[in-house]
């Protein structure tokens, strides 16, 4: 059974760091691309960045410069670093591999 489990979300002042996590099981890690997606309120789903199992990595161009997605295939851990976080990030951050997404861990950024 595939599982993708998101941690690391919080409330977080504007201009904070945040790193999440998502420890995976029941698939081939290191043989998978990963990615992370958001949702923030009212609004349909984003796609944040992908790590794939080559290692190359992508960004939303909104995102370049300040998230970082990173992998560790020893651990079976995706990480997405967040800095220079504003309000507009809040959202609920997920963790993708193919059609299976996790539960979701949510981030706030406000004061």
């Known amino acids: 059974e595939v599982q993708l489990v998101e941690s690391g979300g919080g409330l977080v002042q504007p201009g904070g760091s945040l790193r999440l996590s998502c420890a995976a099981s029941?698939?081939?890690?290191?043989?998978?691309?990963m990615s992370w997606a958001r949702q923030a309120p009212g609004k349909g789903f984003e796609w944040i960045s992908s790590?794939?199992?080559?290692?190359?990595?992508y960004y939303a161009d909104s995102m370049k410069g300040r998230f970082t997605i990173s992998r560790d295939n020893a651990k079976n851990t995706v990480y997405l670093q967040m800095n220079s976080l504003e309000p507009e990030d809040t959202a609920v951050y997920y963790c993708?591999?193919?059609?299976?997404w996790g539960q979701g861990t949510q981030v706030t950024v406000s004061s």
């Open positions: 993708v591999t193919g059609r299976y």
């Open positions: 029941g698939f081939t890690f290191s043989g998978s691309d």
């Open positions: 790590c794939y199992s080559d290692g190359n990595t």
